[in-house]
């Protein structure tokens, strides 16, 4: 449809020309038939009006004539003479008068004819009255039998002449009529085309500004919204406010992010280079340990010699694990998810360091009220994990010392349910300076360490959705914690 | 020990390669060694017949799973020993169905205990030619 392709804002301006337009133009015409109604009366029906009036006083003037001309040969007072002049000249000012506002040829015509049957009537009415004043009495009154038909002549176009006056007034009453009866048709037309238009603009307006309004404000906001207009309105703004300074966050949160992602590409790069390197390495160092190897089998060696021999065959061996290590941490293995009870993985962890927990004279204290239920978890990275926090306690604490693991479960935000494996030793503790760096790679405080394992141990953590940390005070130990998020399904997989 | 088995060893290091040829010889093997994927292909076919391979996955020109692969087609029965550095690439299944794997260390002594047991044990056919 050619409408929906209108503009909203096109269609509100349609809407309301035409509605002005209706209003304005009904109103124009009412006026002007009004004007035309008044001009109808004025001009018309005054005139008519005086034409019926002038016929009136006309045939008046012309019936009060009638008999004098009788008295004066009765009685040949001189006074009916006067009388009958004074009324002549009546008749004749209200015939000039009915001329004056004769508007049709028929009027003028009658009133013409009245004209010339009068002046003959008059002039006929002398002779009579001459022949009467002579003394010539019956030939007068012959003469005045005549004069008597003219003057019922002209008495019957004076009639004549009233009766086109009534028929003017009639026709102009019926053309006011009808004039009136456009007037009500066009207002007929124009209230409801007034009332359609009106309830178009609201519905436009109500259903296509308010409400989506309404629906934006609410959907903004996200909250129900049932007040007044201005309130909306109030409430949209705030909530636009807020949405820019939303995406001016984001937008910076955005770029911080970019710079980060920057940071770690570089990163990632530096890092493949360095596996690269490492990997390298590795090959010639392996062909080296070969051959110290085959040394060792056959080498008669002195006390110093020996020492020597051995030296080199242990820092061989360190390069080896640094590069291994280092391997490990530029190419992490994928994690091979499973769902497993963390418990279980601390008693494998144990059981692998059984003797060299013995050998460090080290007591470990498990504190399990029950094991701890299953989450999704690869086994052998966390095992490494807590090997890692395990050796490292060990190597810490020196001879003697205890460790003490606690498996616990709890809430943590934003993880929900969580389930916590601490790693307490009692050794000398980390000092403040270099807590936040243990976490980073190749930061070692040990004399052969390669910086890496707690960065490792840390990055799986992080693999598995939940994250490691430490709290220690110097001279009273060292808390590694472990938490893991409780997976639901793992929760319904259990049960 | 070993007399009368012929072993090919690939290795892209010339020293790892003549340590173990030497290793080897000393049991009584017979050795071959190639350098690379193309060497391999080319020395693999020639006579005398392998009765073993040592292989390093890491190896120029056609290495990796894709040599594996293509040495189990042309020759199925010929046992391998996978001798290479744990990666990503050494939990490939076609490395699993590798006769053994042994991770490279540096310790032959192991690898000697492994080609031992492969080649009396896992190849009857071997055992045969030799009694």
Sequence with gaps: MAWKRVSL??????????????????????????YRMDNLFASVIDTAVMGLQAAEELETALVRQ???????????????????????????????????SAK????????NQIESEYIHYTYARDQVIELYKVGKRKAGAERHWEVRKQFFAIQGLCD????????????????????????????????????????????????????????????????????PLPMEMTALRQRVHNLIENVDQTQSELQQSRAHLLQAEKLAMVGKLAAGVAHTIRNPLTSVNMRLFSLERSLKLSQTQREDFEVIAEEVRHIDT???????????????????????????????????LESYGVQVELDRQHPLPEVKADPEQLKEVLI??????????????????????????????VVVIRVKDNGPGIPKSVRDKVFQPFFSTKEEGTGLGLSIAHRIVEEHGGWLSLKSREGEGTTFTITLPCREDAVWARS | MLDGFT???????????????????????????????RDLMR????????????????????????????????????????????????????????????????????????IEHVLTKLNPKSLTRRS
């Design chain 1, 160 to 227: 004549q002449y009233k009766e086109i006056q009534k028929e003017q007034i009639r026709q102009a009453r019926v053309e006011s009529r009808a004039q009136t009866r456009f007037i009500k048709g066009l207002t007929l037309v124009a209230l409801p085309s007034v009332l359609v238009l009106g309830l178009v603009l609201a519905y436009i307006l109500l259903n296509q500004i308010l409400k989506p309004i309404r629906i934006l404000s609410m959907e903004s906001g996200g909250m129900e919204m049932d007040g």
């Design chain 2, 43 to 114: 020395k693999i076919s020639k006579a005398p017949p392998v009765d073993l391979l040592i292989l390093d996955l890491e190896i120029p020109h056609l290495g990796g799973a894709a040599v594996l692969r293509r040495i189990e087609r042309a020759y199925p029965e010929l046992p391998v020993i996978i001798h290479t550095f744990a990666t990503e690439e050494s939990s490939h299944p076609a490395v699993q169905s590798a006769a053994a794997f042994v991770e490279k260390t540096g310790n032959v002594e192991l690898l000697k205990k492994v």
């Design chain 1, 322 to 356: 640094i590069v291994q290590n280092f391997l490990e941490f530029a190419r992490p293995p994928k994690l091979k998810m499973q769902s497993i009870s963390p418990s279980e993985v601390v008693d494998m962890a144990l059981q692998l360091l059984r003797h060299r």
């Design chain 1, 388 to 417: 890692n926090l395990l050796v490292n306690a060990c190597e810490a604490m020196g001879e003697g010392g205890s460790i003490v693991i606690r498996e616990e479960e709890g809430v943590a935000e934003p993880l929900g349910r």
């Design chain 1, 9 to 34: 804002q096109t269609r509100i301006l349609l809407i309301l020309v035409a509605l002005v337009l209706t209003t304005l133009g009904g109103g124009l015409v009412t006026m002007w038939y009004t």
């Design chain 2, 7 to 37: 072993v090919l060893i690939t290795d892209r290091n010339r020293h790892v390669r003549n340590f173990l040829r030497r290793e080897l010889m000393a049991e009584g093997c017979q050795v071959e060694v190639a350098a690379d994927g």
């Design chain 1, 104 to 111: 049709i040829d028929k009027e003028r015509s009658i009133l």
């Design chain 1, 66 to 100: 009638k008999g004098l001309t009788t008295y004066y040969f009765l009685d040949g007072n001189s006074d009916w003479l006067n009388q009958l002049g004074h009324l002549n000249e009546s008749f004749n000012t209200w015939l000039k008068k009915a001329r004056s």
